[in-house]
């Protein structure tokens, strides 16, 4: 069974830094590109970032220069190095798996989310 | 930067079809994709490639594409159908990932 779950959310000052991980189970996760997507209480899906097989990276401008993402596929794990945050960036992060074959371009998995509130 | 657009609530009794509408500019070259959201819950991918169905999602969940709009429809709507839908697709050159704003379905 395919499993993603996020970790390391919590309460951060503003200007502060954070790191979200992603344990992934149930698949080849090397395998598979991993992206993060973020929702703000009662707001929409965001995409925050990307992340291939190859270990390339995509960011959109709302967030580039201040997240990093990574992987590890020997551990299984994503991760999400956030810094400089903003309120702005307050949101439940979710991981999620790009399918593979026909599934391609889909986010066809996705963890329970973890909260991330920046405040002082 | 680019944008999908969607309906902020579309309205439907049981039984009958519910459409959801997202448009944008990079349609006719990038697949789209659609997703339930319930209260609470992550996302579940519906429709994969504009029109494909994954497994375990019912029948009466189906995509169709013409142009630069994609559309959900969702025959026999059932209470359980009640949740906010977005559709998710790339830019252009493919390179960044982008969701619609959400529509809120009600069954009345």
């Known amino acids: 069974e395919v499993q993603l779950v996020e970790s390391g959310g919590g309460l951060v000052q503003p200007g502060g830094s954070l790191r979200l991980s992603c344990a992934a189970s149930g698949f080849t996760f090397s395998s598979y590109d991993m992206h993060w997507v973020r929702q703000a209480t009662g707001k929409g899906l965001e995409w925050v970032s990307a992340i291939g097989t190859a270990g390339d990276t995509y960011y959109p401008g709302s967030v580039k220069g201040r997240f990093t993402i990574s992987r590890e596929n020997a551990k299984n794990s994503l991760y999400l190095q956030m810094n400089s945050l903003r309120a702005g960036d307050t949101a439940v992060y979710y991981c999620?798996?790009?399918?593979?074959?026909?599934?391609?371009?889909?986010?066809?998995?996705w963890g329970q989310g973890t909260l991330v509130t920046v405040s002082s | 930067s680019y944008e999908l657009t969607q309906p902020p609530s579309v309205s439907v009794s049981p039984g009958q079809t519910a459409r959801i509408t997202c448009s944008g500019d990079?349609?006719?070259?990038?697949?789209a994709y659609w997703y339930q959201q319930k209260p609470g819950q992550a996302p579940v991918l519906v429709i994969y490639?504009?029109?494909e169905r994954p497994s375990g999602i019912p029948e009466r969940f189906s995509g169709s594409s013409s142009g630069t709009t994609v559309t959900l429809t969702i025959s026999g709507v059932q209470a359980e159908d009640e949740a906010d839908y977005y559709c998710q697709s790339a830019d252009s050159s493919g390179t960044y990932e982008v969701f619609g704003g959400g529509t809120k379905l009600t069954v009345l």
């Open positions: 490639k504009d029109s």
């Open positions: 990079a349609l006719p070259k990038q697949y």
């Open positions: 999620a798996r790009v399918g593979y074959g026909s599934y391609e371009g889909a986010f066809d998995y």
